[in-house]
């Protein structure tokens, strides 16, 4: 069974880097799909960030590209998002997917989701 | 950017059948999925390439899209299937969630 656990800091001050890991198991990350990163701000919708790919070839949400970094680790099995100059409206539950892109894109297995607070 | 539009909230009686719509320009040219989320819950995927089902995901949940719409179907809805719905596309290498609709039970 795919399990995914997002893991990092709930709180960031603005201005500063948020940094999130999602641990990997009972499947290899080098073995296949995507990997990435969604958000969805309290009480508000889901909003793609990015995914990688275990080559390392990536593909980002437009709107965040410029802040976005997103990293794969396959000897620890896990995935990594950094996000730049946080400001408030960067406050969401963050989720980690292993996602599938084959002429469409579908997210199959979802971590629980952990909640990022941006304040000072 | 492209984007993907849904009613905010749909209401249905148990039993009856619920269809949620997302549309979008030419959204029947792409491949549109949708996920089911219930409150301090993760999203599932219910429906993906328009009208396939993930194993596990009921039969009564059913999609459709064509021209400018995707819908998904739900039919002899039980109150389990209160929940938000959200369609997903993906377009020009970029992943577009509609808003969500809260389908509620009455």
């Known amino acids: 069974q795919v399990q995914l656990q997002e893991s990092g800091p709930g709180l960031v001050k603005p201005s500063e880097t948020l940094f999130l890991t999602c641990a990997v198991s009972?499947?290899?990350?080098?073995?296949?799909?995507?990997w990435g990163w969604i958000r969805q701000p309290p009480g508000k919708g889901l909003e793609w960030i990015g995914s990688?790919?275990?080559?390392?070839?990536?593909y980002y949400n437009p709107s965040l590209k410029s802040r976005v970094t997103i990293s794969i680790d396959t000897s620890k099995n896990h995935f990594s998002l950094r996000l730049s100059s946080v400001t408030a409206a960067d406050t969401a539950v963050y989720y980690c997917a292993r996602a599938r892109i084959s002429g469409d894109y579908l997210s199959d297995y979802w971590g629980q989701g952990t909640l990022v607070t941006v304040s000072s | 950017s492209y984007d993907l539009t849904q009613p905010p909230s749909v209401s249905v009686s148990p039993g009856q059948t619920a269809s949620i719509t997302c549309s979008g320009d030419k959204l029947g040219d792409k491949y549109a999925c949708w996920y089911q989320q219930k409150p301090g819950q993760s999203p599932v995927l219910v429906i993906y390439?328009?009208?396939k089902r993930p194993s596990g995901i009921p039969e009564r949940f059913s999609g459709s899209n064509s021209g400018n719409t995707a819908t998904l179907t739900v039919s002899g809805t039980q109150a389990m299937d209160e929940a938000d719905y959200y369609c997903q596309a993906w377009d020009n290498s970029t992943v577009v969630f509609g808003g969500g609709t809260k389908l509620t039970v009455l």
């Open positions: 390439q328009d009208t």
């Open positions: 009972g499947y290899s990350i080098s073995s296949g799909y995507y």
């Open positions: 990688i790919y275990h080559g390392g070839s990536a």
